[in-house]
C-alpha cells in the first residue's frame, strides 16, 4: 500500500503551503490540502506544519485514530524515507514572533493589564511627557510602595458560595457607578493623546466612572464635559488647586458650578511641590500651557520640571479654616485629597467634609510618606467613627481590580487611579474603555474568588493584614516623644490639632 | 638512565591516544599505554591527559610511589626537556562539555531534583503548553510564595537516633503508599506528552502513589484506569468540577464510581477561572479538547486562556448545601479541593467530609491567596479538632522531599504535588519513577537527618516555624473590622458561616 | 488651494534647517522659517523638525488652530503625498543625547542630588581617591546600612497648615547657621581638588554652614581659615585625633585655638584603624601627607590603604579620665565624636561635654556597628534626659534634606556630611554652594510637605519609626546574659562603666 | 627665561622614559630625569607621567612651590605651546592592570580575606574539587544564611577605653592557643593541594590553631603528625564517623590515641549522608581514596557524590547509649561535633561530654537546619547552665575576625572554619598562615573598636540580636502541637529524650 511508499523529505518539503499541503505524523504522509480548511481547530496549525512533520502538535491534541477516521485513504501518500531527513527539515516550525519597533504600539486587542499599557507608554510616548507621569519625589520609595504595599495584603477566600452572578457597581458621592473606582485627577493627558482628558471622559461613559478634573488639565472643563453627549451618567468631579490670589479660585469655582459640576476635590498635599528628578532632567517644551491655571512650562536652573513649574499659583498657605471660605463659594461637596494620616482624616470629619481622599499624591510630593493603603488601616484603628461620617478614598499604587476589592475590605468607598488612566489614553477613547473593562472584569473574578456577590458583602475578614500590621502607626504617643527640643514641641503641636 | 633522556613535549604531543599514550607526572614521562585499560579508576581519566602533563589530577588522587610501583622501569622514558614546553601544551586537557540543543532532553540519569524536570520543561516543551502550564492568576505572588515559604520553615534536627532504617511509607484515605504524596490533579498532560496521564498512572504504580484524574484530563478516566494493570495497587482519584449542568456531573460520577474509583475531589476554590495571562497570550490550538468534560480550546478578545476557556461548564454556584447532593451521587469518598482558611476547613469538618485539601490551585486562581502551609499552621491554631475529623492534606510549591516532611509534621496526613508531575512526564513513564524515587530518596534522608524512622514520629517540634509565625491568622476577630460598611457586613458573613 | 498640492517628503526633507525651516502638522505642510525664532517656546523645539512631520509634538501642546491663526496664509505651502511617505522619513527627530567622556564631568547646573555628585565623582576622580573616600571596613554593611535605615522612616505629614514662609535656620554649639548642617571632618579634600578644604569652607560661608576641619587635612587649618574673610560668619570646628605623644596634642589644640576655633571634636570611635579593603588594594601615591599631623603615605605588606597607614600616629589609649586632661589643654567646647550606643551617650552627658556625634565613621571602622539614626532612637529611649543636658549630632548616610529634618524630628540638634562634601568639591566652591542650596531647598520642601515653617515645630509625631523600632537597644540587660563566661564578664564591664 | 619657551606637546613627548623624564605641571614643562629615582613617594609614580602633564596627581599631593624648591633651575625646559595640546596626548597615563588568566593564582600579598581565598579557588581549582568543597544540601540555604545570620548581629561599641594592648589569646579545651579558632575537620586537603592536610598543619604552627583532622583526610593522621615539628605546640583534634564495623573504629580510636592525640570530635549530623547537587552532578576521579576510611570514590546512577559514595561505611545506628562505648575505647576528651538544638546540647552536657559543636555541617546534610549561631542563642535561653558544663563551639558562616569575637561574646569557647582552610590551603603552607594572620588582626581591631583587651571580657552587651531574636527557638511547647496525629507522637518523642 501506499504507507510502503517512502517519500523523501526533500519531496514532502515542497507540499508546503494552503494550496498544495503534505503533512507527516507519526511517520506517514498526508496529503490534506482539501482537509485543512475544514479543520475544527482552524486551518491556519494545520498550514503550519506543511511540508513538515506535524507529529507532536498533532499528538498533543488528538488521539491516534483521528486522521485515518477522518481523511480518505487515497491522501496517505506514503512513509518518510527515514534516511533522507534531515537536520534542518526535522526542526519544528519557524515562529512568527514579529518585534514591535520602537513607538509601534501593539494592538489593543494583546494589551490584557495596566502594567502592559504602562510599558506601553514608557516605550512609545515622548520621553519628556513620560519623564513627567511616571517621575515622583526625590528616590522615589513610595511611588514603588504604593504598588508593593498591595502585594503584601493576603486573601482569605471563602468558598463555595453562590457566586453565578457578581456585580461591580457601587455608588460614590451620590453617583452610581458601574464599579468603586473614579480617575483621580492628573495632569496634561494631551501630552499622551490629542484628545486627552476628553478621550477619557469619553471612555469612562460605559460604566459611569467619574472623572476628577485637574486644574492643571490640558483643556478647560468645559471642553471637557462638552465632549461627551449630555445625557452620559458618568459624572465629573473637579480638582482645585487653591489660588494663592483667592478670587481667581472662586471665579474658577463659579464656573465650574454652573457646568453642572456637583464635587471639588481639593488638594492639600502640595503647598509646595515635591521633587520630581526625573522631570526636572528633561528639557521643557516651553509653549506647553494649562488653559484653566494659565500656567505656563518653562526651563530654569533648576530644571525643566512641569510640576514644579506649572504649580507656581498654587497657594502654600491653605489652611483648615479656610474650608469656611470654600463653603462660602461652593455649594456642592467638598473632598479633602491627599490626607496621610489619621489625624487629619479624622479633621476632615470633623470639619464636616463630605470625603476625604487618602493619597500621597502617586508618591510625587514627599517621598517617605505612606501608602494610602496603610493610612486607611490607621483610620480604622484610630478613627473608626469617621467612616460614618463622610466617604474614605484611597489612591496610589492601585493597578489590579483585586488592589481595588482589598480596599473595599478595609472600608474604603472607592479607589482613584491616576497614571493608569493616563497610559490608557495612549490609545483614545478606546484604551480607556479597554481599561475599565480590564479591571471589572479583574473585580469580579476577586470577588466572585473571595465568595461575595456584591461590593455590600465586603469585610475585612476576607483579607489579612498580618504582613504590614506593625507598620500601621497607633494613637496619639510616640515612643520617642521625649528630650529637650520635643518636649514643648509637642504641646505645641497638640495644641494646633 | 631513562630519567636522564630529555624528551621535548613535541614529542610526548606525540603519543596523545589510547592505543599510544604517554602521560608526564612530576617532570617524567611514562608510557602508560598498556597499564591505563587496568587503571582501577578507569582509563578514560587517563586518555584525557595522553601527550600531556597529568601531575595535577595525579597528585591530588595518588601518593607519589604509586606509578613507579605499578609500572615496569621500561615504562618510564626519560624526562620532559623543559626548555620545550609550551603555554599551549602546558594548558590543562580539554574538557568535554556538549552544549544542549534547544528542545533536545538531556539524559534521565542527569535529572536530580524536580527543579531540573522543570527547567527542561520550560526549554523543551511547546511554548503554549509551558504557558499553560506554569502560569499563574495576574502577578503570580502567590505561585512563587507557595515555593518560599517551605524555606522560611526550618528544621530542629535531632541527633544520636537509630536510623539505619528508614520507612516513609503511609496511609492516605485508607490506601497504603510508599510515600505521602498523592499527583495533584492536573489539566491535559498530553500537551507535553504522547502518553500524558497514562504514563503517570504507569510511573505510579511502584510506590503506590495515587493518582488524582482531573475532569479536565487529555483522556477518558476509563483509558488512563486501562492503561496499568488490573492489580496495580494504586489508587486513583477523581477531580471533579461540578457541572452547571449537574446531570452531567451525576452521569459522570456514576461512570467513574463503576471504574472501582473510591474517591473524589470536588473542587471548590474555582467557581470562576483565575487570570492567567501567560497563558491568555499563547495562542490556544483550537483543535484541543477534553474528552471527559466535552470542552474545546479556542481563541477570543481576550486572549487565549485555555484554563478559562475550557473552564466554561464548571458550576459558580455549587454551596456548601450540595453536598447532600454529592452525597447522593458518590457512595465513596469526598475530598474538598481547594481549602484556604480556616473556617472553611472546619466548614468541611463539620460537612462530614473525609478530607480537605489546603490547597491555593497553584496560585492560579486568586493571587494573593495563602500558601497552604499557612492555612495548614492556621487550621492547627484555630481548629486542631478537624485534624482528628477528617484528612487534611496540601498541595503547592512542594518540590522537596523535605518539603513533605515539613507539611508531615505540622499535622498534614499527605502532599500533593501537580506541575512538578507534568514535567516529570516529559520523560513519559519513565521519568515519573525517576521523579518519585528522588523524592522519596530526598523524604527518607530528611526523616534520618532530623532523627526519625517512620511517618508516626513526625511532630511539630521538628520544625521551627518561627519566621512564619507572625503571618498565621488567628481566631475570627479583625483588628479593622469596625466602620460604616463594614459593621453590618460582618454580622450578613458571620451568619452565614 | 495650496493646501491641495501634493508635496513629495523628498522635498519637504530639503527644507531642513533653521534658515529654510518647513514641517507638516496634520498633514499640512508650513514654511515656519520666519515665525520659528519668535516661537514662544523657543526655535529649538521647531528646528528639531525642520523637513519633518511635527504633528505629535505640536498637538501635545497646541490647539488644532493654533497654526493657522498665527501664519499668514501664504506659509501653507501644500499637503504631504502620502504615497511618498517613507518609514525614514516618518521617524521621530534624532535625538541628541551627547555621552559624557570618561573624566569629563557633566555642567554643574545638571547636578540636581547628592547622588549625582558622588556618580560623577565616582566616574571622574582617580581611582585611589574614589577608593580613600568611599571605601568601608570589610564588608560594607555598616556604610550601606547608613542610607538605608533613612528609608525605613516615613512620614506622617500634617496638612492645611500655612506654610507660605519655611525658615530653615537653627543654631549649633551657639552658632547662627542657614540649616542644621555641618561639614563632617573628613580627610585629605585635596585628593579630588587642588583648593580641597579651602574650597569647601568658601563653598559653606553663605549659609553659614560649620566646617569640621580633620587632624589629618590637606591643608593646614590657619590656611583653610585664611582662605575666607575674616567677616564671615561659618564657624570652623577642629576635628582631634590624639596623639600617641599628648604634648603633640597639646600643641596643635593650642595653635588651633590661637586661630579663633572654639570647639574640637574629639574622636573615640578610632583607637585602631578599620579594614577598608578597597583602600587597601589601590596602591597609595608615598608623596601623600598630612601636614597637621605629619603622617605620610606608604605601602607595605598589607596594601595600600591610607587611613591605617596614615593614622598610626593615633592614641589607641585614650580613655574618658583624660577628658580632664583635655579640659586643661582646651577653653572651648568639646564634643565626641564616634558614639555608638546609648551608654556611652550618657556618659558623655555625665562628663560633661558640650555635645555628642553619634558616628559610625562612615561606616569606615566597624562593620555591622548601628546606624547613627538608630543611636538616636536608642538614646531618646534610654537617656531622654541627655538632649537637655548637651546638643546631639548625627552623622552617616545623609544624602537629603529630608533625612535632615528626620533626626531633626527625632531630637537631633543637626546633622553632619563627610563623603558628600568631599564629592562636591570635585567642582570646587561652586560645587560646594550648589549642594549646600539642594540640601537647604530639599529641607524646606520637607518641611513645608509635613507642615511646619520652622524648625523648632519638630516632633517625633512627624515620623513613624515602625519599621525599625524592632532593632532599638532597651535597657541595659540582655536576654542572653548568662552562661559561664558571661556572668562574670557582664559584673566586670558593668563595673566600668 | 626658559619659562617663555614654548615646545610642543610632540617634542615633551619624546622624553618618555626612565632615562629622559619630562613632565608637565601647571603648563610647565620640567626635566625630572635626575630628580625623579630620589623622589620619596618613589620613583614610580613620576615615570608613569613621564612625557606627559603630571598636574593632576601631583597637586593631589603637593603645594606649587614644591617642584621650583627642589629642582634646580635648569630643569625648567619651558612651557607648554597651548596650541599642540592634543586630546590624546591630554589623557590621563594608561593604567597598568595585568588581566588574571584562568587557573593563575595572584600573588598572596594580594589576598586580603577569605572571600578572596574562595574566590581565587572558584577560578583556579579543579572544577570536581570547587564542586565537592563548595555544595551543600539541595537549595543551599542552610550554606548561605550561616554567612548571612553572622552580618545580621550588629555591634553595641563601647568607646574611650584604653585598647593599647589587645590579646587575642585564649584557651580550646586545655590548650593555649592564639586566637579561639580551629580548623573545622574537612575531608581530601589534596584535592587542592599536593601536601593538603600537611601544609594545614604546618600552617597552623605558629599561633597554635588546633587541626581537626577527618577520618576521611587524604593522608593517615600519622603523616599529618609528622608533617610538624615534635615540639609544635599546636594541637591534633581527630574527627570521628562511627564506622558500621565498631571493631574498626575501636582500632582506629587506638591508634590516633597512641599518636598522641587527646580529643576526638564525634559527628552526630551525618547518619546519612546530605544530597550536594553540585557534587553529584560531577563525575568524580575513581582513583581517588582515603587512607584512614579506606573509602573509595566512584560514579554510579545518582552520580558522582563524593560525600554520598565515600561515606558509605559510616554508621546509621549510633545514638546516645553508645558513647558509654566510646568512652570505653577512648580516654581522651569528647565533643560531639553537628548539634542543632539546645535539647541536644543539653544531652550532650547530661552525658558528661567536654564539649559540643554547634555546626549544621557546613549545610552539607540537611538544607533549612538553623545557623550554628541561632542555636548558639538557643542554648543561652534555654540552657544556660550548659556552659558551665562543657566548651561550647560553632562553625559554619564564620568569614570574618569580627565573625569570632559575635560568637565569643555570645557565650561560645571558640569557633571553628572548615572551607575557608581549604581555600587558603590552595597556596600551601604560607597560605594558611596568612589567612591565619588575617583573621588575627581582623579579630584584634573587632576587640579594640568595641572595647575590649583581652577575650575575657566578652560579654552579650556588646551586640544586637535584635534582628534574629525573633526566630531563636523558646522552649518544649509549639504553638502548633495539637492535632490527631501530633498528640501522641510528641508524647513519644519526648519520652526518648
Same mark, same amino acid.
Not at 514532502?12 to 504522509?29: E, L, Q, T
Not at 494663592?244 to 463659579?254: G, I, M, Q
Given at each position: 500500500?501506499?504507507?510502503?511508499?517512502?517519500?523523501?523529505?526533500?519531496?514532502?518539503?515542497?507540499?508546503?503551503?494552503?494550496?498544495?499541503?503534505?503533512?507527516?505524523?507519526?511517520?506517514?504522509?498526508?496529503?490534506?490540502?482539501?482537509?485543512?480548511?475544514?479543520?475544527?481547530?482552524?486551518?491556519?496549525?494545520?498550514?503550519? @506544519?506543511?511540508?513538515?512533520?506535524?507529529?507532536?502538535?498533532?499528538?498533543?491534541?488528538?488521539?491516534?485514530?483521528?486522521? &485515518?477516521?477522518?481523511?480518505?485513504?487515497?491522501?496517505?501518500?506514503?512513509?518518510?524515507?527515514?534516511?533522507?531527513?534531515?537536520?534542518?527539515?526535522?526542526?519544528?516550525?519557524?515562529? $512568527?514572533?514579529?518585534?514591535?519597533?520602537?513607538?509601534?504600539?501593539?494592538?489593543?486587542?494583546?494589551?490584557?493589564?495596566?502594567?502592559?499599557?504602562?510599558?506601553?507608554?514608557?516605550?512609545?510616548?515622548?520621553?519628556?511627557?513620560?519623564?513627567?507621569?511616571?517621575?515622583?519625589? /526625590?528616590? *522615589?520609595?513610595?511611588?514603588?510602595?504604593?504598588?508593593?504595599?498591595?502585594?503584601?495584603?493576603?486573601?482569605?477566600?471563602?468558598?463555595?458560595?453562590?457566586?453565578?452572578?457578581?456585580?461591580?457597581?457601587?455608588?460614590?458621592?451620590?453617583? +452610581?457607578? %458601574?464599579?468603586?473606582?473614579?480617575?483621580?485627577?492628573?495632569?496634561?493627558?494631551?501630552?499622551?493623546?490629542?484628545?486627552?482628558?476628553?478621550?477619557?471622559?469619553?471612555?469612562?461613559?460605559?460604566?459611569?466612572?467619574?472623572?476628577? =478634573?485637574?486644574?492643571?488639565?490640558?483643556?478647560?472643563?468645559?471642553?471637557?464635559?462638552?465632549?461627551?453627549?449630555?445625557?452620559?451618567?458618568?459624572?465629573?468631579?473637579?480638582?482645585?488647586?487653591?489660588? $494663592?490670589?483667592?478670587?481667581?479660585?472662586?471665579?474658577?469655582?463659579?464656573?465650574?458650578?454652573?457646568?453642572?459640576?456637583?464635587?471639588?476635590?481639593?488638594?492639600?498635599?502640595?503647598?509646595?511641590?515635591?521633587?520630581?528628578?526625573? +522631570?526636572?532632567?528633561?528639557?521643557?517644551?516651553?509653549?506647553?500651557?494649562?488653559?484653566?491655571?494659565?500656567?505656563?512650562?518653562?526651563?530654569?536652573?533648576?530644571?525643566?520640571?512641569?510640576?514644579?513649574?506649572?504649580?507656581?499659583?498654587?497657594?502654600?498657605?491653605?489652611?483648615?479654616?479656610?474650608?469656611?471660605?470654600?463653603?462660602?463659594?461652593?455649594?456642592?461637596?467638598?473632598?479633602?485629597?491627599?490626607?496621610?494620616?489619621?489625624?487629619?482624616?479624622?479633621?476632615?470629619?470633623?470639619? %464636616?467634609?463630605? %470625603?476625604?481622599?487618602?493619597?500621597? @499624591?502617586?508618591?510625587?510630593?514627599?517621598? *517617605?510618606?505612606?501608602?494610602?493603603?496603610?493610612?486607611?488601616?490607621? #483610620?480604622?484603628?484610630? *478613627?473608626?467613627?469617621?467612616?460614618?461620617?463622610?466617604?474614605?478614598?484611597?489612591?496610589?499604587? =492601585?493597578?489590579?481590580?483585586?488592589?481595588?476589592?482589598?480596599?473595599?475590605?478595609?472600608?474604603?468607598?472607592?479607589?482613584?487611579?491616576?497614571? &493608569?488612566?493616563?497610559?490608557?489614553?495612549?490609545?483614545?477613547?478606546? %484604551?480607556?474603555?479597554?481599561?475599565?473593562?480590564?479591571?471589572?472584569?479583574?473585580?469580579?473574578?476577586?470577588?466572585?474568588?473571595?465568595?461575595?456577590?456584591?461590593?455590600?458583602? #465586603?469585610? &475585612?475578614?476576607?483579607?489579612?493584614?498580618?504582613?504590614?500590621?506593625?507598620?500601621?502607626?497607633?494613637?496619639?504617643?510616640?515612643?520617642?516623644?521625649?528630650?529637650?527640643?520635643?518636649?514643648?514641641?509637642?504641646? /505645641?503641636?497638640?495644641?494646633?490639632?
Amino acid at each position: 500500500m501506499a504507507e510502503k511508499t517512502l517519500i523523501s523529505v526533500e519531496e514532502i518539503s515542497k507540499h508546503n503551503n494552503a494550496d498544495d499541503c503534505w503533512i507527516v505524523v507519526d511517520g506517514k504522509v498526508w496529503d490534506i490540502t482539501e482537509f485543512a480548511p475544514q479543520h475544527p481547530g482552524g486551518g491556519e496549525i494545520i498550514w503550519k @506544519h506543511a511540508g513538515r512533520d506535524a507529529s507532536t502538535s498533532y499528538n498533543s491534541i488528538h488521539a491516534p485514530a483521528v486522521l &485515518p477516521t477522518n481523511l480518505d485513504a487515497s491522501k496517505l501518500k506514503g512513509s518518510v524515507d527515514p534516511g533522507t531527513i534531515t537536520e534542518e527539515w526535522a526542526k519544528p516550525p519557524p515562529q $512568527k514572533t514579529p518585534e514591535l519597533k520602537l513607538h509601534e504600539k501593539p494592538g489593543l486587542e494583546t494589551v490584557i493589564n495596566a502594567l502592559d499599557f504602562e510599558r506601553i507608554a514608557e516605550r512609545t510616548i515622548s520621553k519628556k511627557t513620560w519623564a513627567f507621569y511616571s517621575s515622583a519625589d /526625590t528616590d *522615589c520609595y513610595t511611588r514603588d510602595r504604593n504598588k508593593e504595599f498591595f502585594s503584601r495584603i493576603w486573601w482569605r477566600p471563602r468558598l463555595l458560595r453562590d457566586v453565578h452572578t457578581v456585580d461591580t457597581s457601587s455608588q460614590i458621592l451620590g453617583h +452610581d457607578v %458601574g464599579l468603586p473606582l473614579f480617575v483621580s485627577p492628573a495632569a496634561m493627558a494631551r501630552m499622551v493623546h490629542p484628545e486627552g482628558e476628553k478621550d477619557i471622559a469619553r471612555g469612562c461613559i460605559a460604566n459611569r466612572i467619574p472623572q476628577g =478634573v485637574s486644574t492643571n488639565a490640558s483643556f478647560p472643563i468645559d471642553e471637557i464635559i462638552a465632549s461627551v453627549p449630555k445625557d452620559a451618567k458618568h459624572p465629573f468631579f473637579f480638582q482645585l488647586y487653591v489660588n $494663592k490670589d483667592r478670587s481667581k479660585s472662586e471665579a474658577l469655582l463659579k464656573h465650574v458650578r454652573s457646568l453642572g459640576v456637583d464635587t471639588v476635590f481639593v488638594t492639600v498635599d502640595a503647598p509646595t511641590p515635591g521633587k520630581r528628578e526625573a +522631570d526636572e532632567r528633561v528639557k521643557a517644551d516651553e509653549g506647553l500651557s494649562t488653559p484653566m491655571s494659565g500656567a505656563q512650562a518653562k526651563n530654569d536652573k533648576k530644571g525643566g520640571g512641569l510640576g514644579r513649574v506649572m504649580g507656581g499659583y498654587i497657594a502654600p498657605d491653605f489652611t483648615w479654616d479656610e474650608f469656611k471660605w470654600l463653603r462660602k463659594h461652593w455649594d456642592g461637596k467638598i473632598v479633602a485629597k491627599g490626607v496621610q494620616c489619621w489625624q487629619d482624616a479624622k479633621m476632615c470629619a470633623d470639619a %464636616g467634609l463630605d %470625603g476625604v481622599l487618602l493619597s500621597n @499624591h502617586g508618591g510625587r510630593n514627599l517621598d *517617605c510618606s505612606p501608602p494610602a493603603i496603610m493610612t486607611l488601616l490607621e #483610620c480604622q484603628l484610630n *478613627c473608626p467613627t469617621i467612616f460614618s461620617q463622610l466617604e474614605v478614598f484611597v489612591d496610589g499604587g =492601585v493597578r489590579r481590580g483585586s488592589d481595588i476589592l482589598k480596599c473595599m475590605c478595609l472600608g474604603a468607598t472607592a479607589v482613584g487611579m491616576g497614571r &493608569p488612566f493616563l497610559y490608557a489614553v495612549n490609545y483614545g477613547q478606546e %484604551g480607556v474603555e479597554h481599561f475599565i473593562e480590564i479591571l471589572k472584569s479583574e473585580l469580579a473574578t476577586a470577588m466572585a474568588l473571595v465568595g461575595i456577590t456584591d461590593l455590600s458583602q #465586603c469585610h &475585612p475578614g476576607l483579607v489579612s493584614t498580618l504582613d504590614v500590621d506593625h507598620l500601621v502607626s497607633r494613637g496619639e504617643g510616640h515612643p520617642y516623644a521625649t528630650g529637650r527640643r520635643l518636649g514643648s514641641v509637642v504641646s /505645641t503641636v497638640k495644641a494646633r490639632l
